[in-house]
């Protein structure tokens, strides 16, 4: 027993071996900090049930793999870490597949589930397909629901409850956004527009003068 109170060795209920601790994964849901099983035998367990769902055995690297680096079984090579995404679900801290064959898995997927990277984005950001997309925009005529500019592609939701608004241009949906989608900011722009921008005012019949309720002050270097 350690001076920490620790056995020094822990029983396999699998392969019955008294081993040491270090044989074990961690575990801290459990009273001894340890996993149930030894290394062995959680492998060979997890192998088995990998079989019984029809799941290929894992590919191991043919050779030994350097420190600071891993090998990515799609592309069956040795990369440094920094190829591999960070991830906190596995033990290396690193994805099985490097940042290349990642980025391909998760396309395929897409195209296969989805039909594609549009379709699971819609799905998965605002929970509607390709087809609400299109009915919501033929809806408003084909163009933005703010402006009215001609094939408009973003979809607009209401951040408090995620429900989809309409679907408008690349600056009204940002407008909105930069304006918090609070009415009051946008009427008191409104306000502000009016009483700054410059004005064609009727002066006489058929005579326009433009006018501004800032005349007298220099215009600005851009200008």
């Not at 005529?141 to 703010?146: H, P, T």
């Not at 306000?191 to 215009?219: A, N």
Request: proline share 7%; with cysteine; hydrophobic share 30%.
């Amino acid at each position: 027993m350690s001076d920490s109170g620790e056995l020094d060795s822990v029983l396999c209920p699998q392969c019955r071996r008294d081993l040491p601790r270090s044989e074990f994964h961690s575990n801290r849901r459990r009273p001894n900090g340890l996993a149930y099983y030894c290394k062995r035998c959680a492998a060979e367990r997890s192998e088995a049930s990998r079989r019984r769902r029809g799941i290929s055995a894992q590919r191991r690297a043919p050779v030994p793999v350097p420190d600071g680096s891993k090998w990515c079984p799609d592309c069956e090579t040795i990369k440094p870490l920094t190829a591999f995404a960070r991830t906190r679900a596995s033990a290396s801290g690193y994805h099985s597949y490097c940042l290349l064959c990642h980025n391909a898995r998760g396309n395929e997927t897409k195209q296969r589930l989805y039909g594609g990277s549009r379709e699971y984005h819609l799905r998965r950001r605002y929970g509607v397909g390709q087809a609400d997309f299109d009915e919501m925009l033929a809806g408003q005529g084909g163009v933005c629901a703010i402006c009215g500019a001609p094939d408009p592609q973003h979809v607009d939701h209401d951040h408090r409850t995620g429900w989809v608004r309409g679907i408008l241009c690349f600056n009204c949906n940002g407008g909105l956004g930069q304006f918090r989608d609070n009415p009051v900011f946008l009427a008191e722009a409104i306000t502000y527009l009016k009483g700054t921008t410059w004005q064609r005012v009727l002066i006489h019949p058929g005579v326009f003068q433009m006018c501004s309720p800032m005349r007298g002050r220099p215009p600005s270097r851009s200008s």
